[in-house]
């Protein structure tokens, strides 16, 4: 599953040469008792009439199908190229939610109820009929490292990078890493966290950890979950206050919201701070880009988001290509360096975090080398990746340092510098 090579070339990225349209339906404007429907005239501020304290956000490249069929809650932030698709099943997210970048939620009879306090993480995809933070204990659950009792009496649950829930059960307290999936009838219970690429298919499976595919939550989850809460509450007001000042400050390359963690500000493009409401992507904030604006034109294919709004900055080498769907972004108070000749494949997911040593998260940060090829869903996240190295499909690098020339197959978790080397299942 892993073993070094040379990587000869990175990924070419396939540029498309039509448009990202929104896909919203004209309705009546409608907000009652704090819930709000992103009609045409509650977008992209829900309820349009809304303080910025407890308004909805949605960035104006999400796609929103059926929308009288959908229900947001108050301080819900709908990141760019995210799908809410209510054609057969209503969906109906609860406040303090949040659906990240690429995030699609397709529903079914009786279709998708989102509740409060849910991270939908980039890329995943909820579908059917699932029911996602809903219900379940609050504790006391005991931590698995420290051995102590803890409660978690305002719960989160967490979707993570490229994982699946398929009509499943998913209750709040809980976990689904990243490339795990949940599959329909299961219940997920609360204090239960799936591990990286595991699919659950019976509760048997989602409730023994025995049987290898679920651990039990930690406070460290908890502590990470608040924190990406507040970060995502955040946003739903600074970029509701950015577009109220003028609308044409969230399309395209534009401005980072000034926050407590994000200084603001604009893209540094071949040299050049840079603002162009009518880029067909959306790149945000402190990033610098080697190649200029005309040469990013021709290497970036589409529905690409670039959001360095939390952690920042991002240093960008010259791109060899860039594949639709490509996201990066970071952690706050982390940044991302990526090299010269690196090829995103689509839906490749560069994210920034500091690795985790000896329980904290102190290491290294997110880093690509020269000449890297990252596969279609591939994931990278608190990892530095060696010159000429290469991902495959649907793999992903965490918490680890890969040496030059290392080639990492796909479907496969690669994590801790190798104590954990586990196939994708699904």
Known sequence: ?????????????????????????????????????????????????????????????AVIKNPANITLGEKVYV?????????????????????????????????????????????????????????????????????????????????????EIDGATVERNTVVNFLARVGPGVTLPAGKVVLPGKNVTTNLEANSGLLGKVANLTQADVALMEGIIEVNEAFAKGYTDLARADSTNVTGINYAPATIFNSGGLPQIGGIATRDPNYRNRIIGNLTFQDSLATLNHKLANRISLRADEGEPFNVGSIAGMA??????????TSLTLGNGVGYGPRALVHGGRQVVNGAANGPETSIGD???????????????????????????FNSTLPPRTHVRSKVIYADNGSLIAPVEW
């Open 371 to 397: 000449a890297v090829g990252l596969g279609p869903n591939s994931v990278i996240f608190r990892a530095s990746i060696g010159n000429r190295s290469a991902i495959g499909q649907r793999s992903a690098v």
């Open 324 to 333: 639709n769907d490509v996201v990066f972004h970071a952690l706050e108070t």
């Open 79 to 163: 990141a760019p190229f995210a799908e809410l698709d209510a054609t057969n099943g209503s969906i109906s997210i609860a406040a303090d939610s949040n659906v990240q970048d690429q995030v699609k939620i397709i529903a079914s009879a009786p279709g998708v109820q989102i509740g409060e306090r849910v991270i939908m993480a980039h890329m995943a995809v909820v579908k059917g009929g699932a029911r996602v933070g809903t219900q379940g204990s609050t504790g006391p659950f005991t931590d698995p490292v420290t051995n102590a009792q803890f409660s978690n009496t305002t719960p989160e649950t967490f979707l993570a990078f490229n994982c």
């Open 1 to 61: 599953m892993f073993k070094p090579r040379t990587v000869f070339s990175a990924l070419t990225a396939i540029i498309l040469a039509f448009a990202i349209s929104i896909q919203i339906d004209i309705q009546p404007a409608v907000a009652v008792g704090g819930t709000c429907n992103p009609t045409v005239g509650n977008l992209p501020i829900c309820p349009s009439t809304a303080p910025s304290t407890s308004a909805s956000f949605l960035d104006p490249t």
